[in-house]
Structures are given as C-alpha cells and as structure tokens.
C-alpha cells in the first residue's frame, strides 16, 4: 500500500487537510508538473512564432502565466532559486499583460 493511500494510519493525528495538502505537495513534486509547465508554455511559444497567436493575446498570455507558475512552485519545492526568479518574472510579465487587457477591456 502507499505512503499516500496509508497516510491515517501512520499519522492518525492528521486531519483531511493535512493528507490534501500533502498529497497536493508531492504532486507539485512530480515530473508530471514539471511537463505540464513546459508544454503549456512550449505550446504558446510555438503558436506565437506561426502566427496563430499574438503575444498580446489572451490565450498566448494564460498559457504562459499557467506554464510559467506551474514551473515556478516546482522550481520552489525543488530549491531551484534561479529557474524559481526566471519563472517569476515570466509569470509576472504575463500577469500583467492580462491585467492591461482587462484594464483597457473596461475603459
């Protein structure tokens, strides 16, 4: 049995939230996360360069927001501190151009 399934009985002190948490933790711990980011970001970086997006697009921006924070929290639980400021400042960027996109949406 696994350590996830098997956790109440190792811990049974532990509430719900904290089997969640955990089990959220070791998720952004896997490769799996790690994929997700590189090709949500990959996928915006390719349409972009054929034309099919703009960079100042909605959708170019959410995929490279998404991409970028999902690498960023692994970059973090990993303690990879440069890849973690790269992936900050990709986030950042893209956060902000949705925000003037809804800025300018709402004038």
């Known amino acids: ?3 996830r399934t098997n956790i109440h009985v190792r811990y049974p002190e532990w509430h719900i ?17 790690a994929y997700a980011g590189m090709v949500l970001i990959l996928s915006a970086f390719v349409l972009e360069t054929r034309g ?6 909605m959708l170019y921006l959410f ?18 501190w440069a890849f973690l400021i790269l992936e900050v400042a990709w986030f950042a ?6 925000w003037a996109i809804f800025g300018v949406k709402e004038k």
């Open 1 to 3: 049995m696994s350590e």
């Open 17 to 33: 939230g904290d089997w969640v948490f955990d089990t959220l933790v070791d998720y952004a711990h896997s490769e799996l996360v």
């Open 52 to 57: 099919v997006l703009q960079s100042k697009e």
């Open 63 to 80: 995929l490279m927001a998404s991409g970028s924070g999902l690498l960023a929290v692994r970059a973090y639980l990993i303690d990879e």
């Open 93 to 98: 960027a893209a956060v902000l151009g949705i």
